[in-house]
């Protein structure tokens, strides 16, 4: 264990780099199983939005299980909950490499591995709060540049793995590889929280309760009830204020990652440039991270974060706003740096901002409820984006049509 007052450096620099395992993992890996799709699809003889909707139940549980992973964090604290959540998600990596059926597979990796990446992603984001005050938001730009940083390896390793050993071969081993989170669960050592001794008014209180053995069971079960759901806190203007607008953010944030490389073929460009683009924004995604961690960290940004937070969102809308008038690969190209920056800004920003917002105490529960609450438009938002995609498409050609 470590002392509450080694805040701030120390022991918590490796609690980064275990963080840093844990989101890469847990923001990476349902967008890398993509590359074996294409093989499973042809194996198991599916249809396209049958295979898609692997990742879409892995992210889906991932960010439902918000709630219990903060409970599980509450009661046995952020080491013995990552380490399970490593443990689930090697496992099904390695027991999905053995099915023969959709359904096996979506049990295995859509349902236990997205319950592993749960309880991945919650303790992680927990624990720097308990080791960093002065330099949390550089700390939390750290440990968010993990996601961009497994992303740009997971990829090319994925895809060697498939060309050598096929998509079986390639999730045994990637299971071995997920089990690294359990290393990453190990860094993260509990924090001693100094204690009070109790007072003699409150001791002389505690001894005059009456001793009843039935009811102190059910009122542990009420608080424990009570503590993985706590909704009081919906009561927080600054907290539903900061729900609202991460929720309309995140409906239309990942869009650009779906489409972008068919809006610039469609635009002339090959597909191999096309692709390129979506590399660019992970590589300057990587450093910008870090870069806004620090520089949130400073004495001019620090008191003025919940703006510097607003300007990023902002940022990343004007990006939105642009992109339909970039008609060469040139201005794509300089869209797809400027989108990196302000997406990197964004979710750098975004849990230091809650945890600014709630504190310590209550960030686990804000945590559990905030994630549950956007897997709704994780799921919704680039099936939407598609969809007012083809409504233009249509309508255009019927312009065309009709004044010719």
């Not at 923001?27 to 003889?45: H, R, T």
């Not at 299980?65 to 490593?86: E, T």
């Not at 924004?281 to 960290?297: E, Q, Y």
């Not at 974060?305 to 794509?332: D, E, K, W």
Request: net charge positive; hydrophobic share 50%.
């Amino acid at each position: 264990m470590v002392d509450s007052k080694a805040m701030d450096g120390g022991w918590g620099w490796m609690v980064v780099i275990g963080a840093h395992i844990s989101i890469g993992f847990a923001y990476s890996l349902p967008k890398v199983l993509s590359i074996f799709f294409k093989e499973i699809q042809e194996e198991l003889g599916i249809s396209s939005s049958e295979i898609a909707l692997i990742s879409s139940v892995m992210l889906a549980v991932t960010y439902g299980g918000g709630p219990v992973s903060s409970a599980l964090v509450s009661h046995f604290g952020c080491r013995p909950v990552v380490i399970v959540g490593g443990l689930m998600g090697g496992l099904s990596m390695v027991a999905a490499s053995f099915g023969n059926s959709i359904m096996y597979l979506y049990f295995c990796i859509g349902f236990i591995g997205g319950c592993g990446l749960a309880l991945n992603l919650n303790p992680s984001l927990t624990i720097i709060s308990k080791y960093f005050l002065v330099k949390r938001p550089l700390a939390n730009g750290l440990a968010m540049a993990g996601s961009p940083v497994f992303l740009c390896c997971l990829a090319p390793i994925n895809q060697y793995l498939l060309v050598k050993f096929g998509w079986r071969g390639s999730l045994l081993i990637l299971g071995g590889v997920i089990l690294n989170c359990c290393v990453a669960g190990a860094l993260m050592r509990p924090v001693i929280q100094p204690c009070k001794p109790p007072s003699l008014a409150l001791q002389n209180k505690m001894e005059e309760q009456p001793k009843d053995s039935n009811s102190k069971p059910t009122i542990s079960c009420i608080k424990n009830a009570k503590n993985l759901f706590d909704f009081s806190i919906f009561k927080d203007r600054g907290f539903t204020i900061y729900l609202i607008g991460n929720m309309i953010f995140i409906f239309g944030a990942y869009a650009p990652f779906v489409f972008l490389s068919s809006y610039a073929i469609s635009q002339g460009v090959d597909e191999y440039s096309a692709a390129y683009l979506l590399s660019i924004m992970g590589f300057v995604d990587m450093f910008i991270r870090p870069s806004t961690g620090l520089l949130a960290g400073s004495k001019w940004i620090r008191p003025r974060i919940q703006y510097f937070f607003s300007f990023a969102v902002i940022l990343n809308g004007i990006c939105h706003l642009l992109c339909p008038l970039m008609r060469s690969y040139t201005f794509l190209v300089v869209y797809a740096v400027f989108f990196g920056v302000s997406f990197g800004m964004v979710f750098a920003l975004v849990f230091e901002c809650l945890m600014d917002l709630m504190g310590n105490q209550r960030f686990p529960s804000a945590v559990g409820l905030v994630t549950i609450l956007e897997c709704f438009p994780v799921l919704l938002g680039p099936p939407a984006a598609g969809k007012c995609a083809l409504c233009a498409l249509v309508s255009l050609l019927y312009k065309i049509l009709l004044f010719q």
